[in-house]
């Protein structure tokens, strides 16, 4: 995998080419309700995966960049946290950081889940997207969940559409079926421009970052109730050597009962948790990984601006 920590040396920024003449880039925003698929669509395009997923609502965090480089174009995505009504400080800094997000791209893919019809919440994220001038699309995603009877669901979308001008374009993140239509679709809304990321390169986030994600992927992942919503994954440090990288991991929650449940009876939680993450790991950077993992309990993290800063997560304006 290529990623930016690595590639975007001022070097490498002079090695960048010149697009073909009729080149089209630009910034793509993705956004939508939590769980609407916005980070399996972003995986799925750029052919790698750099955002975790999960059943779980509110999974995405952080602003990511996915990049895609095709013939035509270059697109770059960015996901963004689910956009809902926020319950604590974290959640406020996530919905705030997906509206930010919107002001710094050229397209924006409004993601919806067909299988059921539109409520209150997609509504409020048109509303929102109204106000704005930018060219949106409504992505109508996991069509392939959708039972041909329950078509009708559409409609509830198509007239949020309509009644804006914006165009409609139905897919399955999960099968990729009515991908190129809406690359297409994305394409033609992109003005010519030049190559903003060398075209090999898949990502803007380093690969520490990512590590990071694993972890907390698995923990969504095997973990229930408050547990995976409480947990900030910090990686202390990383050694390289050779034939091996050592990656060691704070898992920081909210109380002792959390760090309990992580732990698990004689560890084996932690060590499931730890077994899964490093073999993602070892598919990121295609070698061998030894991972450590900490479990620190840090009082209401979730509420500490000076703690939600030391973990990553602020608002940012870039
Ligand atoms: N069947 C099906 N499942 C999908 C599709 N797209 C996403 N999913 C599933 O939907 C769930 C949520 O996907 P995510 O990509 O994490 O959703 P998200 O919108 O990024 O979620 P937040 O980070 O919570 O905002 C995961 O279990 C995905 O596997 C699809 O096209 N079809």
């Not at 070097?11 to 880039?25: A, C, R, V």
């Not at 990729?176 to 803007?204: I, S």
């Not at 910090?234 to 009962?257: G, K, L, P, Y």
């Not at 061998?288 to 309990?297: D, N, R, S, T």
């Amino acid at each position: 995998m290529t990623d930016a920590s690595d590639s975007l040396s001022p070097s490498s920024y002079d090695l960048i080419p010149q697009p073909p003449s009729g080149f089209k880039s630009g910034f793509v925003g993705i956004i939508g309700r939590p769980n609407v698929g916005k980070s399996t669509i972003m995986n799925q395009l750029v052919g790698q995966k750099i955002a975790i997923t999960s059943p779980i609502a509110q999974t995405t965090r952080n602003r990511l960049r996915g990049i895609l480089t095709t013939a035509e174009a270059q697109f770059i995505f960015v996901d963004t946290p689910g956009i809902h009504k926020p319950h604590h400080q974290l959640g406020k800094v996530l919905v705030e950081n997906a509206k930010l997000a919107v002001r710094s791209v050229d397209v924006v893919l409004f993601v919806v889940d067909c299988a059921t019809e539109a409520g209150g919440g997609d509504r409020y994220i048109a509303e929102f997207l109204s106000s704005s001038d930018l060219p949106v699309i409504i992505g109508l995603n996991k069509a392939d969940l959708q039972p041909e009877e329950y078509n009708r669901l559409d409609r509830t979308y198509q007239e949020l559409a309509d009644a804006r001008g914006w165009p409609v374009v139905k897919f399955s993140a999960k099968t990729t079926e009515g991908f190129e239509q809406l690359q297409a679709t994305l394409r033609d809304r992109l003005e010519e421009g030049p190559y903003y990321y060398p075209p090999d390169l898949v990502t803007d986030q380093p690969e520490r970052f990512i590590m990071g994600e694993l972890i907390r992927e698995q923990i969504l992942l095997l973990t229930r109730e408050e547990v995976p919503h409480s947990v900030a994954v910090e990686i202390e440090r990383v050694q390289e050597s050779d034939d091996i990288t050592r990656v060691f991991a704070a898992i920081n929650v909210e109380r002792d009962s959390q760090k309990g449940i992580l732990i698990g009876k004689k560890g084996s939680m932690l060590k499931t948790i730890g077994t899964a993450a490093r073999e993602q790991m070892q598919k990121l950077i295609m070698g061998q990984v030894y991972l450590e993992l900490f479990v620190k309990v840090r009082s209401k993290w979730r509420q500490s601006p000076s703690r939600l800063s030391q973990f990553g997560y602020k608002v940012s304006q870039d």
